[in-house]
C-alpha cells in the first residue's frame, strides 16, 4: 500500500475532499531541491527538518488540523 494510503487509513479523515488532496499532492514537492536526497523521507509519517529551523509538518497532524478547520472545496490552507 502507498504512503498516502497508508497515512489515510491511520488518520481516517472524515471529510473525503481531505483524502482527495493528499492523493493530488505529493510531499515531496514541498522538499527543495538541494535537500532532494531527503525526498525519501517525504514517504513517512514525521516532521521534515529543514534548514535554518524550518520544517516540513507531519502529514498526520495536518491530516487533523485540516479536519478540525472544516475545511471546504475552493478553500485553500496554508
Given amino acids: 500500500m502507498a504512503f498516502t494510503?497508508?497515512?489515510?487509513?491511520?488518520?481516517?479523515?472524515?471529510?473525503?475532499?481531505?483524502?482527495?488532496a493528499f492523493r493530488a499532492v505529493d510531499r515531496a514537492q514541498f522538499i527543495p531541491a538541494y535537500l532532494k536526497h531527503m525526498r525519501p523521507l517525504?514517504?513517512?509519517?514525521?516532521?521534515?527538518?529543514?534548514?535554518?529551523?524550518?520544517?516540513?509538518?507531519?502529514?498526520?497532524?495536518?491530516a487533523k488540523m485540516l479536519q478540525n478547520l472544516h475545511v471546504e472545496e475552493g478553500q485553500r490552507v496554508l
Fill in 5 to 20: 494510503e497508508r497515512l489515510i487509513t491511520a488518520c481516517v479523515p472524515t471529510n473525503p475532499l481531505i483524502a482527495k
Fill in 42 to 62: 517525504a514517504y513517512r509519517d514525521e516532521v521534515i527538518q529543514l534548514q535554518d529551523g524550518a520544517s516540513i509538518s507531519q502529514p498526520s497532524l495536518v
